[in-house]
Protein backbone atom coordinates (compact mmCIF):
# COMPACT_ATOMS: atom_id res chain seq x y z
CA UNK A 1 0.00 0.00 0.00
CA UNK A 2 1.06 3.25 -1.29
CA UNK A 3 1.78 6.10 1.70
CA UNK A 4 0.77 9.27 1.44
CA UNK A 5 3.04 11.06 4.10
CA UNK A 6 2.98 14.38 5.68
CA UNK A 7 5.78 16.15 4.52
CA UNK A 8 6.73 15.79 0.61
CA UNK A 9 10.01 14.92 -0.49
CA UNK A 10 11.33 18.35 -1.35
CA UNK A 11 10.51 19.53 2.07
CA UNK A 12 13.49 17.14 3.83
CA UNK A 13 16.36 18.76 5.20
CA UNK A 14 19.72 17.30 5.02
CA UNK A 15 22.44 17.23 7.87
CA UNK A 16 19.92 17.28 11.12
CA UNK A 17 20.87 14.18 12.40
CA UNK A 18 22.44 11.12 10.74
CA UNK A 19 20.71 8.63 8.42
CA UNK A 20 20.53 5.85 10.67
CA UNK A 21 17.77 3.59 10.38
CA UNK A 22 14.90 3.85 12.80
CA UNK A 23 10.95 3.01 12.84
CA UNK A 24 8.34 5.64 13.18
CA UNK A 25 4.26 5.15 13.68
CA UNK A 26 2.10 6.35 10.49
CA UNK A 27 0.51 8.52 13.29
CA UNK A 28 3.65 10.93 12.61
CA UNK A 29 4.73 10.14 9.28
CA UNK A 30 1.28 9.93 7.48
CA UNK A 31 -0.88 11.73 9.96
CA UNK A 32 1.43 14.26 11.50
CA UNK A 33 1.28 13.71 14.54
CA UNK A 34 4.20 14.58 16.91
CA UNK A 35 6.57 12.10 18.35
CA UNK A 36 5.21 11.74 21.74
CA UNK A 37 7.01 8.62 22.89
CA UNK A 38 10.76 7.47 21.34
CA UNK A 39 13.09 4.91 22.64
CA UNK A 40 16.42 3.33 21.91
CA UNK A 41 16.60 -0.41 21.54
CA UNK A 42 19.34 -2.46 20.08
CA UNK A 43 18.27 -2.37 17.02
CA UNK A 44 17.89 1.51 16.82
CA UNK A 45 15.75 4.53 17.44
CA UNK A 46 12.01 3.67 17.48
CA UNK A 47 9.39 6.97 17.40
CA UNK A 48 5.73 6.40 18.48
CA UNK A 49 3.07 9.42 18.86
CA UNK A 50 2.35 7.67 21.99
CA UNK A 51 -1.70 7.20 21.73
CA UNK A 52 -1.55 4.14 19.33
CA UNK A 53 -2.75 0.97 20.84
CA UNK A 54 -0.81 -2.23 21.30
CA UNK A 55 -3.09 -3.76 18.28
CA UNK A 56 -2.34 -0.65 16.15
CA UNK A 57 1.47 -1.28 17.20
CA UNK A 58 0.99 -5.00 16.68
CA UNK A 59 0.42 -4.53 12.44
CA UNK A 60 3.42 -3.95 10.59
CA UNK A 61 1.70 -1.85 8.24
CA UNK A 62 1.74 0.66 10.71
CA UNK A 63 5.08 1.28 11.12
CA UNK A 64 7.78 1.92 8.58
CA UNK A 65 11.97 2.08 8.20
CA UNK A 66 13.00 5.52 7.78
CA UNK A 67 16.35 7.49 8.62
CA UNK A 68 16.56 9.67 11.48
CA UNK A 69 17.40 12.74 9.24
CA UNK A 70 13.81 12.58 8.27
CA UNK A 71 12.62 11.98 11.62
CA UNK A 72 14.06 14.88 12.60
CA UNK A 73 12.96 16.87 9.97
CA UNK A 74 8.98 15.78 10.94
CA UNK A 75 9.92 17.08 14.81
CA UNK A 76 13.35 18.69 15.61
CA UNK A 77 12.16 18.21 19.40
CA UNK A 78 13.50 15.22 19.00
CA UNK A 79 17.51 16.19 17.84
CA UNK A 80 18.86 16.55 21.59
CA UNK A 81 18.29 13.21 22.36
CA UNK A 82 19.63 11.08 19.74
CA UNK A 83 22.67 10.46 21.36
CA UNK A 84 21.21 8.72 24.26
CA UNK A 85 22.95 5.21 24.52
CA UNK A 86 20.56 1.72 23.80
CA UNK A 87 18.41 1.58 26.40
CA UNK A 88 17.22 4.69 26.78
CA UNK A 89 13.19 5.87 26.65
CA UNK A 90 11.73 9.78 26.59
CA UNK A 91 8.20 10.90 26.89
CA UNK A 92 6.79 14.51 25.41
CA UNK A 93 6.79 16.91 27.82
CA UNK A 94 5.76 20.15 25.80
CA UNK A 95 8.28 21.23 23.39
CA UNK A 96 10.59 18.72 24.74
CA UNK A 97 11.03 15.19 26.28
CA UNK A 98 11.72 13.97 29.85
CA UNK A 99 13.63 10.69 30.67
CA UNK A 100 11.12 7.53 31.05
CA UNK A 101 12.96 5.74 34.40
CA UNK A 102 11.68 2.36 33.23
CA UNK A 103 13.50 2.47 30.02
CA UNK A 104 12.92 1.18 26.48
CA UNK A 105 10.74 -1.76 26.27
CA UNK A 106 11.92 -5.45 26.93
CA UNK A 107 10.58 -8.65 25.13
CA UNK A 108 9.07 -10.69 27.88
CA UNK A 109 9.47 -13.84 25.67
CA UNK A 110 12.93 -13.06 25.31
CA UNK A 111 15.62 -15.96 25.97
CA UNK A 112 17.44 -13.96 29.06
CA UNK A 113 20.60 -16.13 30.87
CA UNK A 114 19.94 -17.26 34.08
CA UNK A 115 22.63 -15.16 35.94
CA UNK A 116 21.66 -11.83 34.27
CA UNK A 117 18.79 -9.70 35.80
CA UNK A 118 15.52 -9.90 34.32
CA UNK A 119 14.17 -6.65 35.09
CA UNK A 120 16.74 -4.83 32.73
CA UNK A 121 17.31 -5.02 29.20
CA UNK A 122 19.84 -7.53 28.21
CA UNK A 123 22.51 -7.13 25.47
CA UNK A 124 25.13 -8.88 23.44
CA UNK A 125 27.62 -8.47 20.48
CA UNK A 126 27.86 -5.46 18.38
CA UNK A 127 26.44 -2.22 19.98
CA UNK A 128 26.24 1.37 19.16
CA UNK A 129 26.59 3.12 21.95
CA UNK A 130 26.47 6.69 20.88
CA UNK A 131 26.53 8.59 17.06
CA UNK A 132 30.27 8.00 17.65
CA UNK A 133 31.01 5.18 19.33
CA UNK A 134 30.58 1.18 19.03
CA UNK A 135 31.70 -1.72 21.05
CA UNK A 136 31.12 -5.63 21.26
CA UNK A 137 30.07 -6.79 24.35
CA UNK A 138 31.92 -10.50 24.69
CA UNK A 139 28.72 -12.20 26.49
CA UNK A 140 24.89 -11.09 27.32
CA UNK A 141 25.10 -8.35 29.77
CA UNK A 142 22.45 -6.09 31.31
CA UNK A 143 22.40 -2.18 31.11
CA UNK A 144 21.12 0.45 32.61
CA UNK A 145 21.55 3.90 32.71
CA UNK A 146 23.05 5.61 35.61
CA UNK A 147 24.45 9.29 36.60
CA UNK A 148 24.93 10.07 32.77
CA UNK A 149 26.75 6.66 32.32
CA UNK A 150 26.11 3.97 29.66
CA UNK A 151 26.54 0.85 32.16
CA UNK A 152 27.01 -2.85 30.79
CA UNK A 153 26.77 -5.37 33.92
CA UNK A 154 27.16 -9.50 35.04
CA UNK A 155 27.93 -10.72 38.06
CA UNK A 156 31.62 -10.42 38.13
CA UNK A 157 32.01 -7.76 35.76
CA UNK A 158 30.46 -4.18 35.62
CA UNK A 159 31.96 -1.71 33.15
CA UNK A 160 30.91 2.25 33.32
CA UNK A 161 30.96 4.50 29.93
CA UNK A 162 30.95 7.78 29.33
CA UNK A 163 31.07 9.69 25.85
CA UNK A 164 32.14 13.34 25.61
CA UNK A 165 32.23 15.74 22.64
CA UNK A 166 33.87 19.29 22.39
CA UNK A 167 36.34 21.76 20.79
CA UNK A 168 38.70 22.04 23.25
CA UNK A 169 41.23 19.82 21.87
CA UNK A 170 42.00 20.03 18.02
CA UNK A 171 43.52 16.41 17.62
CA UNK A 172 43.29 13.13 19.03
CA UNK A 173 46.85 12.64 20.16
CA UNK A 174 45.93 16.25 22.26
CA UNK A 175 42.94 14.95 23.79
CA UNK A 176 45.02 11.40 24.49
CA UNK A 177 47.58 13.56 26.23
CA UNK A 178 45.38 15.07 28.39
CA UNK A 179 44.69 12.00 29.88
CA UNK A 180 47.91 11.15 30.50
CA UNK A 181 48.73 13.74 32.91
CA UNK A 182 45.51 12.50 34.79
CA UNK A 183 46.59 8.96 35.32
CA UNK A 184 47.29 7.63 38.90
CA UNK A 185 51.08 7.37 39.30
CA UNK A 186 50.12 4.40 40.91
CA UNK A 187 48.49 2.93 37.82
CA UNK A 188 50.49 0.02 36.17
CA UNK A 189 49.98 -2.35 33.03
CA UNK A 190 49.85 0.47 30.67
CA UNK A 191 48.43 0.27 27.20
CA UNK A 192 48.12 2.23 24.39
CA UNK A 193 46.88 1.35 20.64
CA UNK A 194 45.23 2.92 17.68
CA UNK A 195 41.35 1.80 16.97
CA UNK A 196 40.51 3.18 13.46
CA UNK A 197 41.10 7.13 13.43
CA UNK A 198 40.82 6.76 17.53
CA UNK A 199 44.05 6.66 19.83
CA UNK A 200 43.21 4.39 22.80
CA UNK A 201 45.28 4.37 26.32
CA UNK A 202 44.88 1.52 29.61
CA UNK A 203 45.91 1.00 33.08
CA UNK A 204 45.40 -0.72 36.05
CA UNK A 205 44.64 0.79 39.48
CA UNK A 206 44.53 -0.61 42.86
CA UNK A 207 42.02 0.95 45.28
CA UNK A 208 40.36 0.56 48.70
CA UNK A 209 37.43 -1.45 48.28
CA UNK A 210 35.00 -3.21 50.94
CA UNK A 211 35.21 -6.60 48.79
CA UNK A 212 36.94 -8.44 46.96
CA UNK A 213 36.92 -7.03 43.59
CA UNK A 214 40.70 -7.16 41.67
CA UNK A 215 42.19 -3.74 40.39
CA UNK A 216 39.93 -1.97 37.95
CA UNK A 217 40.39 -1.83 34.86
CA UNK A 218 40.07 1.99 33.39
CA UNK A 219 40.49 3.06 29.57
CA UNK A 220 39.66 6.33 26.93
CA UNK A 221 39.38 6.16 23.28
CA UNK A 222 39.90 9.46 21.63
CA UNK A 223 39.20 11.16 18.40
CA UNK A 224 39.69 14.59 17.51
CA UNK A 225 35.95 15.75 18.08
CA UNK A 226 35.33 13.31 21.21
CA UNK A 227 36.13 10.78 23.74
CA UNK A 228 35.02 7.95 25.68
CA UNK A 229 36.14 7.00 29.09
CA UNK A 230 35.61 3.30 30.34
CA UNK A 231 35.49 2.07 34.01
CA UNK A 232 35.39 -1.81 33.99
CA UNK A 233 35.58 -3.34 37.32
CA UNK A 234 36.05 -7.11 37.78
CA UNK A 235 36.30 -10.00 40.81
CA UNK A 236 38.47 -12.54 38.99
CA UNK A 237 41.28 -13.41 36.12
CA UNK A 238 38.09 -14.55 33.88
CA UNK A 239 36.42 -11.37 34.21
CA UNK A 240 39.22 -9.67 33.55
CA UNK A 241 40.06 -10.94 30.55
CA UNK A 242 36.45 -10.35 29.26
CA UNK A 243 36.89 -6.70 30.59
CA UNK A 244 39.90 -5.99 28.33
CA UNK A 245 37.97 -7.95 25.09
CA UNK A 246 35.28 -5.40 25.81
CA UNK A 247 37.85 -2.07 26.02
CA UNK A 248 40.05 -3.38 22.83
CA UNK A 249 36.71 -3.67 21.17
CA UNK A 250 36.08 -0.17 21.49
CA UNK A 251 35.55 1.73 18.14
CA UNK A 252 35.10 5.38 16.38
CA UNK A 253 31.73 5.61 13.86
Not at 23 to 33: F, K, L, T
Amino acid sequence: MTKNFWLPPDKIVNGLAPNYACYASDRIMVEGAPVGYMYRDGEGWNFLAGDEDQDYVDDPANLGLYSLNTLANYDRAIIDYLDAPPGAAFIRSGDGFVEDPEGAPTDPDADIPAYLNPNFPTRSGYQQITRNWALTLPEPMNQRIEDGSLVFWRPGLTAWLSAWGDETYTTAAERRDEFRTKISPLAYDHAEWASGTSLCLSYRLAEDHDDARMPALYGSAVTDASHLLLALYVDSGDDLASAYSLLRSVTPI
